[in-house]
Each structure stands twice: as C-alpha cells, then as structure tokens.
C-alpha cells in the first residue's frame, strides 16, 4: 500500500498543505481566491498528484474525463480521480519493467499498457485485474494505440524492429509488420484499414492492413519520432521528433504528394532520450507537447504560435493531454510528478 500521505494530490495554489482544503464549488463561473474567474471543476487550478515512486512516462484521461491512469518507471499503473482532491484509488500491477506508454480502449471500461518487460497488457479498469498478456515481441515495446471503432484491435511497436497487430478476443498477434528500425510510436487511422508506425529512422510508415505493406512513407523529420497521435476528425497526424519539431501530416485519401502542413517548434528533447508524446485538443484547434526543458507547450494548430508555456515540473515533461470536456491539461514527468491544471 502507498503511505497515506502520497497517494492524495495537493492542490497547489489555494491554502498551503496542512489546512483544510475549501472545495470549490461546481458552478464553473464562482471566482476563484483573489476573483479571478475559475474555468473548470477542477479543486484547485493547479492540481499536483504524487504518489510515484520513479518517472512517470505517460499519463491518459479516460474518454469521460473522469480518471487519469499514469504509467511509471516504478513498473505501477496509477489510477486517479480527475475532481475533488484527486485521490489515487488503484494500482494495476503486474509488468515486470517500467510502464513506457498506456491507452484507454474507445469505450473506457480497459485500459492497454506497453513495456520494456517485452509485453503489452489489457487491465480491466472496474475490477483492476489483468485481463490479456500479449508477449510476441522480443524487446522493449515502447508504444500502444487501440482502433477508435470496429473490433478490439492493437497495434504495438517495438525495439525488436516490429509493429505486432492484436485482436483482443484472440490468442496472440494477428500480424506482423517487419522494419528494418526500432518501431517508438504507432497509431490507427481512424476505419482502422491502416497502421502509422514511427521510429529510429526518423520516417513514419503508413501500412496496409489488408495488403500488409507499407503504401507511403512520410519523410521530414530529422531525427527518432517519439510520439504520435491521430486528430480527434480523423484526418490529420500529429507527429513528435527528436529534431525538436511536432509536425502535423494531411493523412485524407486525396491529399497532395507533401503530406506536412504544419511544423511546430520551442519544446526541447535531451540526451535523456526519452520518448516524448504529442496530443492535440478535442476540437483540434490546439497541439500540445511535453519537453525536456521541464514546461509543457501548447500551441494554436492555425497559427502555429506558442499559446501556453507552462512551468512547475522539475523534470522532463514526458507526456501532457489535454481533457475531454473541460479545459483542464494534464501533464506528468521525471520528477514522478503529475500535473492538472485549468486554462
């Protein structure tokens, strides 16, 4: 068990820690300490959740918005609640190695999980328990993305040079795609038809899942992709790079030959090497991205101009994800911290 005092978040600004803490109430518009107008039902407008005991890498709000799982280098799986004073209520335990990336499957009643141990997991969120072990791979797996619709499919990507596809309802991977380079990130498109596949050569790779071959190849980045994240419409890739640039592709049937509409730059990667993630806004009209330099970036997809450029972490900001319905960012990273904070 956690110590009491680590597994509750404190909510930064507000009352110091050791007072009580006065709830906000829930009508959005109540003006906060000092009358600045509070946007969100978050506690406090800067939340903090700890609890870890090592980095956390990733960090995912369920498609209601109403828990956060995060994932450790301390091998556990964190489940907190996003309101009140964001008390950690589970732990999925089970990988034997740091947890690299996790995702909620569409309907938010599992949650897949990838890691170095050579596996990726599905946890069943109601219960906590491990439902599928899927151990293909023969190195780190360093990235996982469920299909939006359709059947219960995976992919995975791999340092073993491989994306492995899943159906959840079946015993092992139902293909395989080879590369010649560590696979860091993979996707869906949004009919599930295709796999986009980032990694050590800079290239993200659009595979045919009926033709089982790559059908095109974005080039432009020039350095190891670390993130990827399909636009809430479906038409568009978000890609994270280790040359410091997101990059968003045009991935509509008919697009024209250069697929990269839009660069983006400011955040830092570092010798560390870890792999930073990318997300964008539920109506798309913002991209955000965690940094070495320890500030989480939010940009304006239109503009490309840096809207947000946010402080508090004391470590690489590893991954940040913006909530479903509110405007409320999450962020986690080295410092085994997690971050909520309204904008």
């Not at 005092?5 to 300490?33: C, I, K, M, W, Y």
Request: aromatic share 8%.
């Amino acid at each position: 068990m956690l110590a009491a005092s680590s597994d509750h978040a404190l909510a930064v600004a507000g009352p110091r820690p050791g007072n009580e803490l006065t709830t906000v109430p829930q009508s959005f518009q109540v003006p906060g300490p000092g009358g600045q107008q509070r946007t969100s039902s978050l506690e406090s407008p800067i939340m903090l959740l700890t609890g870890h005991q090592s980095a956390v890498y990733t960090m995912k709000f369920n498609p209601a918005g109403t828990v956060i799982a995060s994932g450790s280098h301390d091998r556990d799986i964190f489940l907190w609640y996003v309101h009140g004073d964001c008390k950690n209520f589970m732990v999925l335990r089970g990988h034997k190695n740091a947890v690299l990336d996790l995702q909620w499957t569409t309907d938010g009643t599992q949650i897949i999980s990838a890691s170095p141990d050579k596996t990726l997991r599905a946890w069943d969120v109601e219960t906590g328990k491990q439902v599928k072990k899927m151990a293909e791979h023969s190195s780190f797996v360093n990235s996982c993305c469920p299909s939006r619709r359709g059947p219960p499919l995976v992919v995975s990507g791999s340092d073993d040079g491989t994306a492995k596809l899943w159906d959840l309802r079946m015993r092992g991977a139902v293909q395989t795609f080879p590369d010649k380079y560590q696979i860091t990130a993979v996707g869906f498109s949004d009919a599930a038809d295709k796999i986009f596949t980032g990694g050590l050569d800079s290239d993200v790779k659009v595979w045919d899942l009926r033709r089982n071959e790559v059908i095109m190849t974005l080039q432009g980045h020039g350095d190891m992709i670390t993130g990827m994240q399909l636009s809430p419409d479906g038409s568009y890739l978000l890609t994270n790079g280790m040359d410091c640039t997101l990059r968003i592709w045009d991935m509509r049937p008919y697009a024209p030959q250069n697929r990269c509409v839009k660069i983006f730059a400011g955040h830092q990667h570092n010798f560390e090497k870890n792999l930073l993630k990318c997300s964008w806004s539920p109506d798309g009209s913002k991209v955000t991205a965690g940094s070495a330099d320890r500030m989480v970036y939010i940009w304006d997809t239109t503009s490309r101009r840096i809207l947000y450029k946010l402080p508090g972490h004391n470590g690489s900001v590893n991954e940040t994800a913006f909530h479903p319905t509110e405007p409320i960012i999450g962020s986690c990273g080295s410092d085994k911290q997690i971050y909520l904070g309204e904008l």
